[in-house]
């Protein structure tokens, strides 16, 4: 534990964390995961897919469907996740088919049909109504639940502990969402326009043309989705695409 514990806190970008995590998870006996967050959603439900983070190391045949098809929305753990904060067997709710809608045991399918037949997730407690995180982790094949669920019962407290900080050190680093990532000069004039300069300050600051100024303000919110350059810088914030280290950030 305490080498996990130092592994997380010394890795100071995004995929090395997930691969730590995944490799530590691997250990107990749950090998694919898939982590799903937003701060951007919207009352009663989860808002625009494409503001999530989404981290997986399931093949990607799976990854695919199971969110670019936008499947896991009718995921029961989905619907559980949303009413609950903390750990849940997939057992509890898979055994009793009855009790699931149709599109709900329609996922349970495709999710046996690619051997995904085992595992627990747990929901994440957010720092206000509009957050919402769930990671889940299937069992390694071979598992059934009966195995995951006696895994669970010997090491589900340190699991859970251990995917709590993986969380917190997630939230820490800058996310890339579907809508990609920020370039180099749409985070820094979004930086100054944080830091209160007007377009034209951060013309002469940068030594461009205001239109230029003016493009990548343009770009940027494109990319972010937003139709204010303040909405740009808030949601720029929350991803940590701005007001970063070098070190943290690679550009793709």
Request: charged share 20%; glycine share 10%; aromatic share 10%.
């Amino acid at each position: 534990m305490l080498d996990y514990l130092d592994g997380l806190a010394q890795a100071t970008t995004l995929d090395r964390v997930w691969a730590h995590h995944c490799e530590a998870m691997a250990g107990y006996g749950f090998d694919r995961l898939i982590y799903g967050y937003t701060r951007f959603g919207k009352p009663g439900g989860l808002g625009a897919v494409e503001d999530a983070v989404f981290l997986s190391n399931h093949d990607p045949e799976y990854f695919n469907r199971f969110i670019g098809e936008r499947m896991f929305l009718q995921a029961p753990i989905l619907r559980w996740a949303r009413e609950n904060i903390g750990a849940c067997s997939w057992g509890a709710l898979w055994k009793n088919p009855e009790r699931l809608s149709e599109s709900e045991r329609r996922v349970v399918a495709f999710n046996r049909a690619m051997n995904v037949n085992a595992g627990y997730s747990i929901s994440f407690g957010g720092p206000g109504p509009r957050s919402f995180g769930l990671i889940s982790m299937a069992a390694r094949a071979g598992l059934d639940q009966d195995d995951a669920d006696r895994i669970w019962s010997e090491n589900g407290r340190t699991i859970q502990a251990m995917n709590n900080m993986a969380h917190l050190k997630i939230l820490s680093l800058p996310h890339t969402t579907m809508r990609g990532r920020l370039t180099a000069r749409q985070r820094e004039v979004l930086e100054w326009i944080g830091d209160g300069k007007s377009n034209q300050d951060i013309a002469v600051i940068l030594g461009v043309a205001l239109p230029t100024v003016e493009k990548h303000l343009r770009l940027a919110r494109e990319k972010l989705g937003v139709a204010t350059t303040a909405q740009a810088v808030l949601k720029a914030a929350f991803l940590n695409q701005i007001y970063l280290g070098a070190p943290n950030f690679t550009e793709s």
